[in-house]
T-cell receptor
Framework: GEDVEQSLFLSVREGDSSVINCTYTDSSSTYLYWYKQEPGAGLQLLTYIFSNMDMKQDQRLTVLLNKKDKHLSLRIADTQTGDSAIYFCAERWTGTASKLTFGTGTRLQVTL | DVKVTQSSRYLVKRTGEKVFLECVQD?????MFWYRQDPGLGLRLIYF???????EKGDIPEGYSVSREKKERFSLILESASTNQTSMYLCASSPPDRGNQPQHFGDGTRLSIL
């Protein structure tokens, strides 16, 4: 099957930028998503990018997509303690009943 | 907003019991999904359904079954629970596969099998 890989842990200081990286293997993916999971909760959709885009910005969030290298990143500007969570990237391709393949998740720890 | 509701946040059962996890969504979505989440493994798809009474195996269906008698409800069944099924279970739903249709998740059920 297709693999989506993420590093497991990232620690940043409050106010700095966080960059969470993701690599995927299926070049036919159409949409790529970032989800956030706070402690004890389900997954909340943060943002997404269509595969024909290189970049998408949404307030403090910037998504970069490098299709050639199959690399996706999520940058969080001015990281706050409320951003502490697990972040999952996920890829989707057409004709699969909206099935997603998720990465392993990156735990973001924000320190004061 | 889409609401996906899982009937229990925490559940403790014994080895060998038959366990039902229930999920209800209020947006008339065709697609529904069951995942389990384990540390370091991310989310793994157990089963999904794209219509009433339809079901498809995901990546790890062994030891599980599902039921979808009504569009809004998707049940996950552990036929004979085992300790290796202790996990966080997440339900999700989405509209049909047209354009960008992200999955919407419930809050999860943390299941412990003793």
């Amino acid at each position: 099957g297709e693999d989506v890989e993420q590093s497991l842990f990232l620690s940043v200081r409050e106010g700095d930028s966080s960059v969470i990286n993701c690599t995927y293997t299926d070049s036919s993916s159409t949409y790529l998503y970032w989800y956030k999971q706070e402690p004890g909760a389900g997954l909340q959709l943060l943002t997404y990018i269509f595969s024909n885009m290189d970049m998408k910005q949404d307030q403090r969030l910037t998504v970069l997509l490098n299709k050639k290298d199959k690399h996706l990143s999520l940058r969080i500007a001015d990281t706050q303690t409320g951003d502490s969570a697990i972040y999952f990237c996920a890829e989707r391709w057409t004709g699969t009943a909206s099935k997603l393949t998720f990465g392993t998740g990156t735990r973001l720890q924000v320190t004061l | 907003d889409v609401k996906v509701t899982q009937s229990s946040r925490y559940l403790v059962k014994r080895t060998g019991e038959k366990v039902f996890l229930e999920c209800v969504q209020d947006m008339d979505h065709e697609n529904m999904f069951w995942y389990r989440q384990d540390p370091g493994l991310g989310l793994r798809l157990i089963y999904f359904s794209y219509d009433v009474k339809m079901k498809e195996k995901g990546d790890i269906p062994e030891g599980y079954s599902v039921s979808r008698e009504k569009k809004e409800r998707f049940s996950l069944i552990l036929e004979s629970a085992s300790t290796n099924q202790t996990s966080m279970y997440l339900c999700a739903s989405s509209p049909p596969d047209r354009g960008n249709q992200p999955q919407h998740f419930g809050d999860g059920t943390r299941l412990s099998i003793l």
